[in-house]
């Protein structure tokens, strides 16, 4: 056995080998697999084989697009067959929600460049004759979805991946992963050990243990699946007969996906009594072997796909699949450097190995071998979990996604799993005023208060929902007397040493203030792309606090960690800092009556530390509702009694608590991008406009710099413009189609209703050629078009004179 790799792999499963051909198509040849029984003896020998691209996230659509496509590559270059099917799959919808979900699904795919389509009921029972349509209003046709063998497919990788340079070595178990100082690893298995430069872990079953091998917790957690496969069916071997094949059909009423499986059907489910598998670690010694079956917990299920296929209960059962596979707490994969790690990288969690192991092995092959994917891979990195993640919170989490498996997902849901979890002292003050629960990052947030006479649930909806009133009464509170609010779900970090000011020069593409002031500024990785999007207080030279967005802390220190100085210390402070922000024309006046200092003279921009009542604050002249504001920031313990001081003096001012809907309502008046929807790594800072917060000036090699300046010479191709949209009661939420003529020609990043301008907006990028002032779009908006214009000047405070005066 080769007893050194700049690769070692962790697992010979569809993930597994994916990555290893991947890095071996990048040019990284030097590249191992470690498999401790033969490849696929994991989840993967007993996969049902099934692909589809549909997935609420556009990146990981289009990660699943590229997994599909690459099949036929796999038999081009190894000339072994994965046992394609492309036989199309259909996704029913039986009430008018989940049409929705499904028209605005195809309206993103438009700009994907895939070719989705809506049909109706009587084209459902041309084109997937199994199905009963009785109740269904519609579905949503893929020509991608199809069927593939699990094993030809695996071995397939690892074919052409050998024949890219690399090893692979069964029947070689990894006991031990030990770090040496220079970061490298001994990879200590029961052959022999292997020196690597890096590991990936992708021991999918196991990847818990393997993870612990090297002190990491991953969180996933297996589940029981199950499906059946039938003898034959007489319509499926007619249709066979004639040369045709049958489409799969995903029936999310029947939380099943069915599909051709020879001359008869295969059926699974996602059943609701469904079971966690191995809660205290997966056995070393299973792999081959099935679980029990188990019809009771399936007996709803079945019941309910005869009547929807009526043809599948003259069949007979000829086998009963049932075995586990592994889920993240949001059911997408776990990929990527491992926080708070050297050369460790994740590829684990990978729930739809068919779908998206190639997705996988393409961004992972890439972060490795050229520092940074080609899109954002927020949505599958395992540094959207922080280290507040734990076991107890996994499962249940993990057992809510995969009962929600083919449920509706509204864009103002809120899951309830292993909640409330994570809260500051307000929150049962807040609680008591009606506060309606949010959560972010695994913190309790809140979205709006709810009046005695109103409900104290959001109902989920792709429309205006029941939170719309009390959403406008807050912006109302803001806008003309004072909002409060807390600063707890702002990521906070505390750079210090005396080379923080250089550090932070080289990081930041922006300026670094002077002490006493704030700065904003984008973050870019090497490749120009936004990585960050943070306001920047100087405390003194040598000390400065970086506010940015509260799910990014650990994506955020995993980079600052990667480009760490010896004379600059980065703290996390995120939850060691806390308080609140109070904004509107009387939160000048709030603040005043809460201090004896003069802040008469605190310009906009401007930070200081000030006593509040009994409590020292940090403050800053700054808010993201746009307005005249201050963030005050005090240790979480005495957040109490600096509530208590400004809610009393807020009073006779009109104080109001505000949530996080009104937040979202108030920014868009100033069009200001929010993270991950403006603003990403997908875009650039001069695509989206934060480019006039770059210091060209600064005489430095920030990172980002280069190709920031090409761009700044040649011109963004696309920019993100703000539209004012004629809706109904459906605002843009994010990705819907922006057409001009006849054609898609961009995309919504985000939208929302101005409840001050009484208008609905959307954010979204255009050409820049065919950007003009007046320029007029249509919107899809749940599948209908709706007229747009473009805005030019914000619609409150266009002039600044109330945010800076
Ligand atoms: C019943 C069922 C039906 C399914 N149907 C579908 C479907 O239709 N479509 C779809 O896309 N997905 C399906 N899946 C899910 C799919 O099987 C998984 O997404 C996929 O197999 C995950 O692959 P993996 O490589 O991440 O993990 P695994 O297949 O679990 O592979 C991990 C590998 O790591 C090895 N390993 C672990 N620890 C070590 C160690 N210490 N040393 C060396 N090697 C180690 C294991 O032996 C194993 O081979 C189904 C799953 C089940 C259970």
Redo the contacts with the bound molecule.
């Keep these: 056995m080769k007893t050194s790799a700049r690769v070692v792999i ?8 994916s990555v290893l051909y991947h890095l071996t198509k990048l040019g990284w040849s030097d590249v191992m697999l ?4 033969d ?13 589809h691209t549909l997935n609420g996230d556009t990146n990981m659509a289009a990660l699943q697009g590229y997994t599909i496509r690459l099949y036929r590559e796999l038999e081009e270059i190894t000339g072994m067959s994965c046992g394609l099917h492309h036989v199309g799959g259909v996704t029913l919808a039986d009430n008018q929600d989940r049409f929705d979900m499904l028209v605005a699904e195809r309206a993103k795919h438009r700009f994907m460049g895939l070719e989705t389509e809506i049909v109706t009921p009587d084209e459902i029972k041309k084109i997937a004759p199994v199905t009963n349509i009785e109740g269904i209003i519609g579905g949503l046709f893929d020509p991608l979805d199809g ?1 593939l063998d ?1 094993s030809g497919t695996t071995h397939a990788y690892a074919k052409a991946a050998r024949m890219g340079g690399a090893t692979i070595e069964t029947h ?4 031990e992963t030990n770090q040496r100082a220079d970061g490298t690893w001994d990879v200590v ?1 029961d052959k022999g050990t292997v020196h690597a430069e890096h590991i990936v872990n ?6 818990r ?2 993870g612990a091998m090297a002190g990491v917790y991953f969180p996933l957690h297996p589940m029981e ?3 059946l496969v039938t003898e034959e069916v007489p319509m499926i071997a007619d249709i066979i007969d004639s040369g045709g094949e049958h489409p799969h059909v995903m029936d999310p009423a029947g939380e099943s ?1 069915l599909r051709q499986e020879g001359r008869g059907l295969c059926i ?1 489910f996602y059943e609701q009594p469904c079971r966690p598998w191995a809660v205290d670690g997966t056995p070393w010694d299973f ?1 081959h072997e099935l679980l029990p079956d188990d019809f009771d917990k399936i007996e709803d299920s079945i019941e309910f796909a005869y009547k929807r296929f009526p043809a599948l209960e003259q069949a007979g059962i000829k086998s009963v ?6 889920f993240a707490p949001d059911g997408n994969p776990l990929v990527g450097p491992v926080p708070g790690m050297r050369n460790y990288w994740s ?2 969690a ?8 190639g997705g996988v092995g393409l961004m992972l092959a890439q972060w490795m071998t050229q520092g940074e994917c080609e899109r954002d891979t927020f949505a599958m990195d395992c540094a959207r979990f922080g280290d507040w993640i734990t076991p107890g919170y996994t499962r249940p989490k993990v057992i809510e996604n995969y009962q929600k498996r083919f449920s509706v997902s509204y864009p103002n849901e809120e899951l309830p799993a292993a909640r409330p979890f994570r809260q500051t002292p307000m929150f049962d003050v807040f609680d008591n005023m009606g506060a309606v629960w949010g959560h972010q990052y695994g913190l309790e947030v809140v979205n709006y208060f709810a009046q005695d006479d109103e409900a104290r649930f959001e109902t989920p909806s792709f429309r205006r929902s029941n939170a719309f009133d009390a959403t406008a009464r807050e912006v109302k509170s803001v806008r003309e007397a004072v909002g409060i609010n807390e600063v707890h779900n702002f990521g906070k970090y505390l750079v210090t040493g005396t080379g923080a000011r250089g550090w932070l020069d080289r990081i930041m593409a922006g300026r670094i203030p002077k002490p006493g002031r704030l700065s904003l500024t984008p973050m870019l990785s090497p490749k120009g792309r936004l990585i960050g999007d943070f306001t920047v207080s100087c405390l003194s030279e040598q000390a400065f606090q970086l506010t940015a967005s509260y799910g990014s802390q650990a994506y955020h220190m995993r980079w600052f960690e990667q480009n760490e100085a010896n004379d600059v210390t980065v703290e996390n402070i995120s939850d060691q800092l806390n308080g609140f922000q109070i904004t509107g024309p009387n939160a000048r006046d709030v603040l005043q009556s809460c201090t004896r200092s003069d802040i008469s003279q605190m310009r906009f921009m401007d930070v200081r530390h000030l006593t509040m009542g009994m409590v020292d604050c940090l403050v800053q002249r700054v808010s993201y509702t746009g307005d005249l504001g201050y963030e005050i920031y005090c240790d979480p313990m005495a957040q109490r009694n600096l509530w208590a001081t400004l809610w009393d003096a807020g009073q006779p001012f009109g104080m109001r608590p505000f949530g996080m809907r009104a937040m979202m309502s108030l920014r868009l008046d100033k069009f200001f991008g929010s993270w991950l929807s403006e603003y990403s790594p997908d875009y650039t800072a001069a695509e989206t406009g934060l480019d006039r917060f770059i210091s060209f000036k600064k005489d430095i090699d920030f990172i980002g710099r280069k190709p920031a300046l090409a761009e700044r010479d040649s011109g963004p191709s696309r920019r993100l413009c703000a539209f004012e949209v004629n809706a109904e009661d459906a605002d843009v939420n994010a990705y819907e189609p922006i057409w001009i003529d006849g054609s898609v020609v961009g995309f919504c990043t985000s939208g929302g209703y101005s409840h001050y301008a009484r208008k609905s907006i959307a954010l979204g990028f255009v050409p820049v050629e065919l950007i003009t002032d007046d320029l007029e779009v249509d919107i899809e908006i749940l599948g209908h078009r709706r007229k747009a214009r473009m805005l030019n000047e914000p619609l409150f405070d266009a002039d600044g004179a109330r945010m800076r005066g």
């Design positions: 962790i697992g010979g499963g569809v993930v597994g080998c470690l498999e401790r029984s490849l696929t003896s994991g989840s993967t020998w007993h996969a049902a084989g099934g692909f069927h699990p070689c178990k990894v006991i298995t992708a021991a999918g079953l196991w990847a243990e393997v699946h199950q499906y996906y699974g792999g699949i049932h075995g586990p596979f592994t590829a684990c990978v729930m739809a190995g068919f779908s998206q192991g």
